[in-house]
């Protein structure tokens, strides 16, 4: 919550477990994303390493890219409710609130007026994660309110498009057809609009994605972030299959995720032109910043 | 006056002490044995266990071990004053709250969610729990009386707590140097001598030795490993 937080006492520094004396030596916190980011995974400590998921997973791969990619992990707290993401998310180096089924939204919303309150000065990032059911279903009361109070904050849904936690009973999102091993007679009804519903409610910045691409998806993650900071509610639709209840072999799930990218999760992205140019004004600071610094790195391999 | 709260294990699911009438004590006070006694009192019962139980240990919590309010490097540095004057005192930390899976180091950190296996793996029969967050540290004191035999203290900047056998509240580093200065006494009481020694470091922090390390020593992940610039890796598991 605060980089405080990730900072030891120097005398108990030596009691610390590895993990955490690794983690701030060699974490993310405090670093920008070209230091610690997607770009150089595997050359920083990462927030999430170990995970109880199914061997195979795309939702754990997804949340890993996740922590990867915020902007801020010191200073950003994660909502989730009930069901297979908050196995890895809760196992993060931060912080994670979990509530009733389905509240992840409203919970959010008083959190993120909260800290605006409590830090004015400061820029809290405020992430709901939660699957198709705790997004859409049981959870679609609040998500749908909080988007249309404009609550500030980044809903990402992980839609593995079935109940995978509870034996694989079909949720709103299933695609219709699908037969499951609780619905064996095959979903009646069309999977739910999702990101057409968030664009009626009033998000100001809406992607649908199936991650294949690593930087595509740290992307959208980081520009939902700081939209909803300065905006209002962004959301994230992303296809995380359950390779278990859909039963596909371990090997074939990245294939299965490209091929969901030319059906139903093809790559869409909508902002509003608030949003969009609070997205132009950042990205190009970004891009000034690291032009000066190349300038400077030249300058002083020439000197 | 009967004891209330007695060293466990008081079996799954036990009645919380609060459902059996301990109060927190009010300030100026302590909590002993789940009564509310005076505090010299409560911190000689808790030194004389630290002194004559095995495997004495303190839990440094989240609000000692970050650094993250002006007054923490006092108070941690009186922790370990403290940790220092108990002979064979171990500190076993629990930084943060979150579940470790699918195996949590016994050896190296302490969870308040299953506390019970680093307690019982570790043999620990008396342990201060300090700088834990007081939700937590309700949680974590009543799964220790549960499930094992250790005598808890609960050094607390707040209120206390009902379930630790001793429980002292609006605890800062000046009460925690007038506890170990009962301690010491106590421990000259009772005849033990000892030199002031720091509690040994976390055992997970042992340094590698990289200059051996060779590729087959990655395994499995040997392919995860980036080959450098120009490197061209022929020999593969």
């Known amino acids: ?303 | 006056m009967c004891d209330k709260i007695t060293v466990g294990p008081a079996g799954y699911m036990p009645k919380s002490a609060p459902s059996m009438g301990v109060e927190l004590a009010p300030e100026g006070k302590a909590l002993l044995y789940g009564n509310i006694v005076e505090e010299e009192e409560a911190m000689r019962d808790a030194a004389k266990a630290l002194l004559t139980r095995e495997n004495p240990t303190i839990f440094p919590g989240p609000q000692i071990l970050w650094d993250w309010k002006e007054d923490v490097a006092e108070k941690a540095a009186a922790i370990l004053e403290l940790a220092a004057e108990i002979p064979s005192c171990k500190i076993i930390p629990m930084p943060d709250y979150r579940p470790k899976y699918p195996k949590i180091d016994v050896k190296a950190e302490i969870n308040p969610n299953h506390p019970n296996l680093t307690i019982l793996d570790n043999k620990i029969k008396a342990a201060i729990f300090v700088g834990v967050h007081c939700h937590y540290a309700n949680l974590t004191l009543r799964m220790i009386r549960a499930g094992t035999d250790c005598y808890t203290i609960a050094l607390c900047a707040h209120m206390g707590h009902e379930e630790a056998m001793a429980s002292i509240r609006d605890l800062h580093a000046s009460d925690v140097r007038k506890f170990k200065d009962i301690l010491i006494e106590e421990r000259n009481k009772l005849g033990i001598e000892w030199t002031p020694t720091m509690p040994p470091a976390n055992p997970s922090l042992e340094k590698e030795d990289h200059s051996t390390l060779t590729a087959a020593d990655y395994g499995e992940y040997r392919s995860l490993l980036m080959s450098r610039k120009g490197e061209h890796v022929a020999e593969v598991e």
């Not at chain 1, 998806?217 to 909803?228: D, E, G, N, Q």
């Not at chain 1, 139903?264 to 004004?281: Q, W």
Request: aromatic share 10%.
């Open chain 1, 1 to 303: 919550m605060s980089l405080k937080y990730m900072t030891p006492t120097e005398q108990f520094k030596k009691y610390l477990p590895k993990d955490y004396v690794e983690l701030v030596d060699y974490g993310p916190f405090g670093k920008s994303q070209d230091e610690a980011g997607v770009n150089n995974i595997g050359q920083f400590k990462e927030v999430l390493e170990e995970h109880p998921m199914c061997s195979g997973c795309l939702m754990a791969y997804f949340i890993r890219v996740f922590f990867a990619a915020l902007p801020n992990p010191e200073d950003t707290v994660t909502l989730g409710t009930a069901g297979c993401g908050r196995l890895a998310i809760s196992q993060a180096a931060v912080p994670f609130i979990y509530g009733n089924y389905g509240d992840q939204n409203a919970m959010a919303s008083g959190l993120s007026r909260a800290f605006r309150l409590r830090f004015p000065d400061k820029k809290k990032d405020v992430v709901t994660l939660a699957g198709d059911g705790g997004t859409m279903d049981i959870g679609f009361s609040m998500t749908m309110h909080s988007w249309i109070r404009g609550e500030k904050f980044t809903t990402i849904m992980l839609d593995n498009e079935v109940y995978g936690n509870t034996g694989g009973q079909e949720s709103g999102m299933s695609p219709q057809g699908a037969i499951l091993k609780m619905a064996p007679e095959g979903k009646k009804f069309e999977k739910m609009p999702a990101t057409e519903l968030a664009k009626t409610a009033g998000c100001v910045y809406v992607v649908r994605i199936s991650p294949t691409n690593i930087k595509k998806t740290a992307k959208s993650i980081k520009r939902a972030i700081l939209v909803a900071r300065e905006v209002g509610p962004t959301f994230i639709h992303v296809y995380t299959s359950c390779n278990i209840e859909y039963s596909i072999p371990t090997e074939e799930v990245f294939k299965d995720a490209k091929d969901q990218e030319k059906d139903r999760f093809s790559f869409e992205e909508y902002m509003t032109d608030e949003a969009r140019e609070v997205i132009e004004r950042i990205e190009g600071e970004e891009k000034k910043a690291k032009k000066a610094k190349k300038g400077a790195r030249k300058e002083e391999v020439v000197s």
